[in-house]
């Protein structure tokens, strides 16, 4: 290891720091940037480290992370002090900048030096570091408010999934504020119950008979109106509570399938939207079970719309369960298809009814040639694998027009009806017939 000047203060490669003992430092540290002056923080995560620890140990995870400190101290000047602050994290504080911008400079050559590959143990491992910047005095005057506004800067970085350093800003600390009290809310929700689910019609094409619904989230919020799932549903996804919803969600329309059949409406096909994490996480297969048991509907009155990103995680684990649920009769169908992946080799594995085309190409298609191709291509792939296509998001009859000729078997969209609450899909599938 080079000899550092005595000037930078710093614990590589061995020690390691507590945050309490790194903000100590800090402080000490502010006491000495000149006035007029800005400081900066840097939250440095070195990615991949802890699959490291877990395959080798803490060994190799230290050897490893000294090798980086010293690739952020080559970043560093003399008087900047930097810290292994974490098992996979370093601190960095550089003291005296003119301006900002210097502290983005540090931060993008920490990232750049930090990318190339560590040797170790054999392997070429690739790092993806993730940095958070604060700045002194802007974004704050101590230690212990600068440390945190540079983690909150990091948990962007983490989140963005591209970048791979962000400077703090005031509207980062509220968007996450808000994170933390609808995710609150949300257990609270799931606790209560406070969901209610909308079935908006599918229609054959061309002649638009009513052939089944799609049952679509709602959350009760007891201040607010009725909530879509688009501000809550990727909260759910990323704490988990997807899970317990989406288990209610099944729940709830399998008894509406049970409770509309006692009332003697026509048998409809009700499809419910499954999540990925429902799959890796829950215990699918068996709730299917004993609900299609404690209610006894048929099984093919429901279907499951899975999407795409079902696939490439565990997708032996994925399909055991979905063949499994398949082979109990209950449909199956691939929602928005054509925005993910689409590998052609998946879709043979899976037992699917249905393909649903995203509302995008629908909208697209009658404007633009090239989208219309690429649902006459969906079009034909599906006849040749025997799936029925379902449109999304229909709202012109032209788009009706355009989508029989080209063979789209059913559809769902607003031209046809609105997600409707359980009372008013009963008076819309029980109205009298047009003359
Ligand atoms: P999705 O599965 O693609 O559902 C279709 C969405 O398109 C629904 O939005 C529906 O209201 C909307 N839509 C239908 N026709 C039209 C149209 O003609 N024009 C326009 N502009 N929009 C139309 P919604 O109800 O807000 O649901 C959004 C997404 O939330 C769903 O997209 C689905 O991914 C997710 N979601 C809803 N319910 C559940 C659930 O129970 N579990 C899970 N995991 N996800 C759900
Ligand atoms: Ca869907
Ligand atoms: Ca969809």
């Given at each position: ?22 903000s ?7 006491e ?27 060994a ?5 992370m ?86 909150v ?9 591209a970048a ?9 600390r ?116 004993v ?6 509907i ?49 879709l ?29 291509a ?15 998001g ?42």
């Amino acid at each position: 290891m080079a000899l550092l000047p005595a000037s930078v203060m710093t614990t590589l490669p061995g020690e390691l720091l507590d945050m309490r003992s790194f903000s100590d430092r800090v402080t000490r540290a502010l006491e000495d940037v000149p006035v007029g002056r800005s400081a900066g923080l840097l939250l440095v995560e070195a990615n991949r480290m802890s699959q490291l620890f877990r395959v080798h140990g803490q060994a190799a995870l230290d050897r490893a992370m000294a090798e980086l400190g010293q690739r952020v101290l080559a970043c560093c000047g003399r008087r900047d002090l930097v810290c292994r602050v974490g098992q996979t994290k370093f601190g960095v504080f550089l003291p005296d900048l003119e301006h900002a911008g210097k502290a983005l400079f540090a931060a993008s050559s920490i990232a750049g030096r930090m990318a190339d590959p560590v040797q170790i143990e054999g392997l070429r491992l690739f790092i993806n570091p993730k940095i958070g910047v604060a700045i002194a005095p802007d974004d704050a005057d101590n230690a212990l408010d600068l440390i945190r506004n540079a983690a909150v800067a990091l948990e962007n970085v983490r989140r963005s999934g591209a970048a791979r350093y962000l400077h703090y800003t005031g509207a980062m600390r509220e968007s996450l504020k808000a994170r933390l009290s609808l995710e609150d809310e949300l257990r609270l929700a799931v606790q209560n119950g406070d969901f209610e689910l909308h079935y908006q019609p599918k229609v054959t094409l061309p002649g638009g008979e009513v052939v089944g619904a799609e049952a679509l989230l709602r959350w009760r919020h007891p201040e607010r109106d009725l909530i879509p799932p688009s501000t809550f549903i990727q909260t759910a996804e990323e704490t988990g509570l997807i899970v317990p919803i989406g288990e209610w969600a099944l729940r709830e329309a399998i008894r509406q399938i049970r409770a509309w059949l006692d009332a003697g409406l026509p048998p409809l096909q009700i499809a419910v939207n499954v999540s990925e994490r429902q799959f890796r996480w829950g215990h699918l297969p068996a709730l299917v079970d004993v609900l299609l048991q404690e209610s006894g509907i048929p099984p093919h009155l429901l279907l499951l719309e899975i999407t795409e990103t079902i696939l490439p995680e565990d997708l032996e684990g994925a399909l055991k369960q979905i063949r499994w649920i398949a082979d109990r009769g209950v449909a199956l169908a691939l929602d928005d298809f054509g925005t993910g992946y689409s590998s052609l080799s998946y879709l043979r594995e899976l037992p699917l009814d249905s393909l649903k085309v995203d509302r995008k190409f629908v909208t697209d298609m009658e404007t633009h040639q090239p989208t219309r191709h690429i649902v006459e291509a969906i079009v034909a792939m599906a006849r040749a694998m025997d799936l029925k296509v379902v449109a999304e998001g229909v709202e012109t009859t032209a788009q009706v027009d355009l989508l029989s000729r080209l063979g789209v078997e059913e559809a769902q969209g607003f031209l046809f009806s609105r997600p409707l609450s359980p009372a008013a899909f009963e008076a819309f599938i029980t109205r009298p017939a047009l003359p």
